[in-house]
């Protein structure tokens, strides 16, 4: 278990960094959507692209292969299976994670539960399983473009540096900033902090911002799966997200009920909402409005100084830093956070159609 | 779909507030659990009993009865079934809602949904529906503890009225408190907060703070079902719910990597952390560290004030107020979020003992 | 686990013979299908009031309660659920059971699996569990009915008394006969048959025949969940249920391949088959055609007749015979096919929903 | 959905016979599995090596490659997935198919549900599929070996010559003979059976009977997923499998109860069974003795004859015989059918494990 996602529209993903390859089987998507995999490929480099200050870049080129459920330039309704190969396999210098725990890393909790170490690190845990989220997630767009919806996502936080509200921006304005801010004076600001903290050898967490237009209202599957509920699920899913809000989130305990309460109003000959506090969705289910919602990411554990730590039979040890080192993941993660809302809508899309009188 | 949560501990949940009764089907609870009735009442009082400034409280007893699973004091490993009686059934004043859009209300989205407008309000979107999870809650709590296993919840923020840390209390601390805070200074700040805000009609939103504690190391299920994963796809499934953070959550965007890596050291013989950032959960699995997390919960809609609406056919009007009035719903979700908590720890148990060699 | 059946039209059933109650929660059925309260009774009754020669039958009414899910005469997409009064609690003679295995029945395999011993016999595995399914396939023949599907079962065999051949019936046909059997001459034939074990105290297998008409082309999830799988999935979880096969099952083994293969024809402007060996089944999926199937039931272990047997601790001994004594249970397996029946096609049918272009 | 077997040790498969690959994702193996790479190929050469008078098999070598989910030599608790290249898409002559209904094949109703007309035929709907599955249940197998459960199957019956008697086999004894039937009078009555369909052109059924040895007493998940319930399931998705029954199946509608019955009695200390005409399942759970099941299959629909049928507008026409042509698959499902067994089992015993007392 663990490894799937969804209910009718599903992702099963397998593979661990140092392996042959990673991969994932789409299941569900229904047959006749067109098939485009320059768009795909489009999605995969995004997010291999993303900002790398002060580091060398794993420069895999992610191409996924896809072995089946297309016939024609469609596909058939069939499982639709793809293979990323790992390519960059260069060896890393493990050698301090045969007799230390490294501070911030997953092994530990990993070999608590499986009774295995792995001393190569990453392994499943590794962000590069992600890959095989953008490459689902960009089929699932090609199902959601049939109803016009779209999914914007870009970094609003990086560490301090703040954009000042959200708004909807097309994605050329996110992603030809290198760090996915679509504010170029704050997306300076966050240039110039990662800067220092790379000279420092710091690393910084964030947040994205996403937000999902045009879905229409009556997707949400209450009482447990909550448009929010699969939402929070997929998003805390991702590596080293810590927080989800949607709508006001966090903020909203500040607000007074008169204040927050979404007033409707008719626009258009249609009813509207004069505010969206609540982020598109009421009691679980979307209202037509925008979906907005917070991710937040904490910093990297891998810093480029060394750390106190003990070794695996308890002594006082550092932990040297390695070779790579990412100041940031945040600018990486908007496009995974996009792709598997996504995958969420496309989900509760095929859940909504199975009750729908036809 | 949607009204069952777990995969292995699982529950399945019916029932609308102003139908005959809700209730719930508890699956998979092992066989030889010492069954514990007065125990589970307990849990149910916690969940009426909250704090009601303001207004007159539904006075249900909510008494779940048991109607299957045991025999002999002990679960038998066959499927619990429970029904709560709505006996406080009496006639609200819902003439309003025939022709106007409830401000801050999800009957519009529900209409959206399965094309059905029923103005009583509610119905299963209610509030009433988390008594079956406090039941079904209480249950897994009687598992949990042959884990050792304890669950705490209280109210860290009332509005702007926040306690300044946060850290493990004893339940009778938490629930002698009328709006569950467990340090008396802060909870009578929250307290007159509430008596302000009751005098000018409005409501307040708030967070539930939780601990798990005794939770062993090896618990969740990578890749998606990462144990936060699953604690944030449950409490994002509870009413007026708007976000989910663990460990430092959004507060760890403005941390240094450096700072928020958990050190290992050596306690009492026993790998151990000098912090706990990271909240108990590192890669998605349990590291046997105490689990904390964080709920954001809303302002009611239901302010005591007319507020500018619409009328079904897209009028101008005013939502008048009208009789029940929860100044704030915070200390009513703490033994929810309680219960949520169980079910998952629970669910995740299971799912561990399947895999782990016997 | 295990007490679920479906994906998308969901039954969760709970309860034991002699507990308080049985029941179950209907999850899925789509919102706007008309209630008919009355037609569920009527299926309850099919169930209740099957053949029950020489002996004194259960007299439960088995009224099934509903509890939710029902607003003004027609569904709401929420959770059904129902409870079925357990009235008759009278005292049956365990006193063997506390140390003498049963022949022939389940309680010694549940006591190696839950570790627990229940001398009262049956609890949840009883047949009384059946009586759920009865009450949530008739929800589903509601809503099967907007789509004219029939559901026809009857008894084809009753040991080695068997029907020549296999069509459809109507069902005053088939209920006006306590065997179940619409051929008057074979009917005829059963009782006597029957009438001849009851004098030895002995108790007969058989077959129930169904049929599922108007049932569209497209029903049916490839790979592992084709149609036929379901169906097998459904109907070997009947109690006593031993066998399954659907067109020409187990006699097309001596069929030639050109002999099988139905040929395809045109009628009435429409492609027909000339022959329906297939059983309306083709890969999987429905093809149009009449699906049909058998369902083989051993004879009831409960015989009149002292059986050898040991006690508990390994002693030899016989097994005497109890109180209640069913010469059959196929006649009353009818309904309880039937049900399964629909419970499988309306599933099939949500899920083709699902992938339907709208 | 329909592509994933399983609840906890799942099987997700994916391709069709005419793309680049087929393969699949086996999640829930438990982690410390020795790896046994040269014991998968053995069992898929069982199933290539599958006799095929009268025609040139497809030459496909099978060999799995084995993406993930291992390291050094042991399974890691992580998805293990794989992947079968399609080498021999040699161009087979498909132009009938544009324009004629294929007698006696799949490919009409699979149009009838994903509107996808692939006149190459097979597709997904192939038997080449189940080269994932006994990929997956050779894995199973390895994890079963540890309980020391074993899993035999063979032919018992070829059109209408049949085996006097079921019992236990050596796989050697079994995979010695090419129509994979034990018993070496029957076998060459057999094969002589199959030279004469061969000269006419014409094509066989028959039955593969199965046993599972040494499984423990326990297994199986009540209500709706018994144990045979889940066997049946898995073996009505093998294509061309009509018909399923376990224990005396069929057979025991002409038993008596007092026949059927099997009698308790102590064999070494420990309680037995003077007969098992149960097959080893009561009430759905294991009991200790031998599992056995009977599987129909229908003869394969290309026959070497012309066959009447009509065209895609439905003007009568021919369907001419094209160049493969098995006279059975029987032998073939041999190993399938013992594969499927082995991932019911696995994910049986997962799914005990998880309600048992460590």
Redesign the interface.
């Known amino acids: 278990?663990?490894?799937?996602?969804g209910?009718?529209f599903?992702l099963?993903?397998?593979?661990?960094s140092h392996?042959?390859?990673?991969?994932?089987?789409i299941?569900?998507c229904?047959?006749?959507i067109v098939w485009d995999e320059s768009f795909i490929l489009s999605r995969m480099e995004r997010r291999r692209a993303g900002f790398t200050l002060g580091s060398t870049p794993r420069q895999e080129e992610d191409i996924p292969?896809f072995?089946?459920?297309i016939?024609q330039g469609?596909t058939?309704?069939?499982?639709?299976?793809f293979?990323i190969t790992n390519r960059d396999q260069r060896p890393s210098d493990y050698s301090q994670a045969f007799d230390k725990?490294r501070?911030?890393?997953?092994?530990?909790?990993?070999e608590?539960?499986?009774?295995?170490f792995?001393p190569r690190g990453g392994?499943?845990?590794s962000a590069r399983?992600t890959a095989a989220r953008v490459a689902a997630g960009a089929v699932a767009e090609l199902f959601l473009r049939q109803f016009n919806i779209e999914i914007g996502a870009y970094v609003s936080?990086?560490?301090?540096i703040a954009m000042a509200k959200n708004e909807w921006f097309a994605d050329e304005k996110i992603y030809q900033s290198p760090v996915r801010c679509p504010d170029p004076e704050i997306e300076k600001d966050m240039i110039d902090h990662l800067s220092n903290?790379e000279k420092e050898?710091?690393?910084?967490?964030?947040?994205v911002h996403c937000i999902i237009r045009n879905c229409p209202?009556?997707?949400?599957?209450?009482?447990?799966?909550?448009l929010?509920?699969?939402?929070?699920?997929?998003?805390?899913?991702i590596?080293a997200?810590?927080?989800?809000?949607?709508?006001?989130?966090?903020r909203?305990?500040?607000?007074?009920?008169?204040v927050?309460?979404?007033?409707?109003?008719?626009k258009n000959?249609k009813?509207d909402f004069a505010t969206n506090?609540?982020?598109g969705?009421?009691?679980?289910?979307?209202?037509?409005q925008d979906i907005y919602f917070?991710v937040?990411?904490?910093?990297?554990?891998?810093?480029r100084?060394p750390?106190?730590?003990?070794t695996r039979s308890?002594e006082?040890t550092m932990w040297l830093p390695t070779g790579r080192h990412d100041v940031t993941v945040v600018p990486r993660a908007v496009p995974i956070v996009a792709s598997m809302a996504a995958l969420v809508i496309a989900d509760h899309l095929?859940?909504?159609?199975?009750?729908?009188?036809?």
Not at 350 to 358: A, E, F, M, T, V
């Open positions: 278990m663990g490894n799937t996602i209910v009718l599903k099963t993903t397998f593979g661990e392996g042959k390859a990673i991969g994932g089987i299941e569900g229904p047959p006749h292969e072995l089946s459920g016939y469609k058939t309704g069939a499982p639709i299976a293979v725990i501070p911030g890393h997953a092994a530990y909790a990993w608590q539960r499986y009774g295995i792995d392994g499943r845990a399983e936080h990086l560490g301090p903290l050898g710091e690393t910084a967490g964030g947040i209202a009556g997707l949400g599957d209450p009482i447990f799966d909550k929010q509920a699969s939402l929070a699920h997929a998003m805390l899913s590596p997200a810590k927080g989800f809000q949607y709508g006001e989130g966090f909203s305990i500040n607000m007074l009920g008169s927050y309460n979404d007033i409707p109003n008719l000959g009813i506090h609540a982020g969705i009421a009691g679980g289910i979307s209202n037509g917070d937040a990411f904490r910093p990297v554990s891998s810093v100084k750390q106190p730590t003990i308890g006082p095929l859940r909504w159609q199975s009750i729908k009188p036809h």
